[in-house]
Antibody, heavy 119, light 108 residues
Framework: EMQLVQSGTEMKKPGESLEISCQGF????????IGWVRQMPGKGLEWMGS????????RYGPPFQDQVTISVDKSISTAYLQWSSLQASDTAIYYC????????????WGQGTMVTVSS | SFVITQPPSVSVAPGQTATITCGEN??????AHWYQQRPGQAPLLVVY???DRPSGIPDRFSGSNSGGTATLTISRVEAGDEGDYYC???????????FGGGTKQTVL
């Protein structure tokens, strides 16, 4: 069965760093793009960025450029989303998604990782 | 870039047809995809490339794209169709992925 399995719930303080992960199963990870989508409490979906899992060139949505880092370790079929200094406004559910290219649909979604940032 | 417009909410009785629009004539030639998000769940792709259905999605779900507006149509609506629906495009002008604001569908 094809699936994306994300790391668990995180509770952090402002200023702390964080890395969450997303591991792909049941398909050739390096043949697809992997992206991240943010959903703030009670709000809609926002595309943060994506990269082709076979290389190392992420592209970011403008609000997220220089705010987060997307990376991939294709040897273990895992993608990462990193923050160097969290803010309260980063509180959200983060979904990883698989797609065939930038104009392709997100055909596989992870279960979501809830990140809460509070002092 | 531009903001993709969706109606905030639609209400439909069971057995009737729901239509949700995306773009209000401004998505141009961009291809639209649609996602269903039931409460407390991750989104699920229900229509891709304007009108194709992934495996496992009932044929009650259909899509079209004409004149710069994409439309998701849900026929014979069931209680389980309640949730939020989002359209998504790749904006070819900016090379960015954009989501619509989402439409909350209530089944009366």
């Amino acid at each position: 069965e094809m699936q994306l399995v994300q790391s668990g719930t995180e509770m952090k303080k402002p200023g702390e760093s964080l890395e969450i992960s997303c591991q792909g199963f049941g398909y050739k990870f390096s043949d697809y793009w992997i992206g991240w989508v943010r959903q703030m409490p009670g709000k809609g979906l926002e595309w943060m960025g994506s990269m082709y899992a076979g290389d190392s060139n992420p592209r970011y949505g403008p609000p997220f450029q220089d705010q987060v880092t997307i990376s991939v370790d294709k040897s273990i079929s895992t993608a990462y989303l990193q923050w160097s200094s969290l803010q309260a406004s980063d509180t959200a559910i983060y979904y990883c998604v698989r797609h065939g290219g930038v104009y392709y649909a997100f055909d596989l979604w992870g279960q979501g990782t809830m990140v809460t940032v509070s002092s | 870039s531009f903001v993709i417009t969706q109606p905030p909410s639609v209400s439909v009785a069971p057995g009737q047809t729901a239509t949700i629009t995306c773009g209000e004539n401004n998505i141009g030639a961009n291809t639209a995809h649609w996602y269903q998000q039931r409460p407390g769940q991750a989104p699920l792709l229900v229509v891709y490339d304007d009108g194709d259905r992934p495996s496992g999605i009932p044929d009650r779900f259909s899509g079209s794209n004409s004149g710069g507006t994409a439309t998701l149509t849900i026929s014979r609506v069931e209680a389980g169709d309640e949730g939020d629906y989002y359209c998504q495009i790749w904006d070819s002008d900016t090379d960015l992925v954009l989501f619509g604001g989402g439409t909350k569908q209530t089944v009366l």
